[in-house]
């Protein structure tokens, strides 16, 4: 099995920060893309960015300038810094990681259990 572990989540004021982290462990052998995702209460689960094994990355519109992914493949854990933080992006965030288990075996999406950010004064 493969489980993805998210931290980092809290309660933050409007313009200030927070630093998610996400550690996947198991039986893995190699990881593809991962992502950082987050779902607002009464609405649909969006893209917040991604990374591959290679270093390429991919960002939602309104996070470009304000968040950063990034990635140490060696330690299967994936980081999202967040900057000038806005009440909209409230959510629950969830990690999401492409993972082939086996080399011989396709890979498959594995989820966090999400971790909530709240931004608020």
């Known amino acids: 099995q493969v489980q993805l572990v998210e931290s980092g989540g809290g309660l933050v004021q409007p313009g200030g920060s927070l630093r998610l982290s996400c550690v996947a462990s198991?039986?893995?052998?190699?990881?593809?893309?991962m992502g950082w995702y987050r779902q607002a209460p009464g609405k649909q689960r969006e893209l917040v960015a991604a990374t591959t094994s290679d270093g390429s990355t991919d960002y939602a519109d309104s996070m470009k300038g304000r968040f950063t992914i990034s990635r140490d493949n060696a330690k299967n854990t994936v980081w999202l810094q967040m900057n000038s933080l806005k009440p909209e992006d409230t959510a629950v965030y969830y990690c999401?990681?492409?993972?082939?288990?086996?080399?011989?075996?396709?890979?498959?999406?594995?989820w966090g259990q999400g971790t909530q950010v709240t931004v608020s004064s």
């Open positions: 999401k990681a492409n993972v082939r288990r086996l080399f011989w075996q396709n890979a498959v999406d594995y």
């Open positions: 198991g039986s893995i052998f190699s990881i593809n893309t």
